[in-house]
Nanobody, 125 residues
Framework: QVRLVESGGGLVQAGGSLRLSCAIS????????MGWFRQAPGKEREFVAR????????NYAHSVKDRFTISRDNVKNTLYLQMNSLNLEDTAVYYC??????????????????WGQGTQVTVSS
């Protein structure tokens, strides 16, 4: 089993930055590709970024490319999302997710096996 706990969300002004973290509790011999997703009020959950098991491959949604950076520390078992130049459209609950089947997860939320509880990010004008 895998337990994911997000942290780092909060209220930030437009143009500001936040770094989200996702603590990963898992068996030492297991590996997971990871992803970040978000869900804004009244909208479906959407893909934000994904990273391979080793961290060597990453991919981003077009809306966050060049503003957000996904990374991981496999020693600390922690996933990160550095978010810069935040705008109002980035307001959402952000979730981390783990995929035990692939080296690099997909952009489809239905393909991930485990999810965190989410952390709220609110961007104000």
């Amino acid at each position: 089993q895998v337990r994911l706990v997000e942290s780092g969300g909060g209220l930030v002004q437009a143009g500001g930055s936040l770094r989200l973290s996702c603590a990963i509790s898992k068996r030492p011999d297991s590996e997971y590709a990871m992803g970040w997703f978000r869900q804004a009020p009244g909208k479906e959950r959407e893909f934000v970024a994904r990273i391979s098991r080793s961290g060597g491959m990453t991919n981003y949604a077009h809306s966050v490319k060049d503003r957000f950076t996904i990374s991981r520390d496999n020693v600390k078992n922690t996933l990160y999302l550095q978010m810069n130049s935040l705008n109002l459209e980035d307001t959402a609950v952000y979730y981390c997710a783990a995929d035990g089947k692939r080296t690099l997860g997909t952009s489809l939320d239905g393909t991930y096996d485990y999810w965190g509880q989410g952390t709220q990010v609110t961007v104000s004008s």
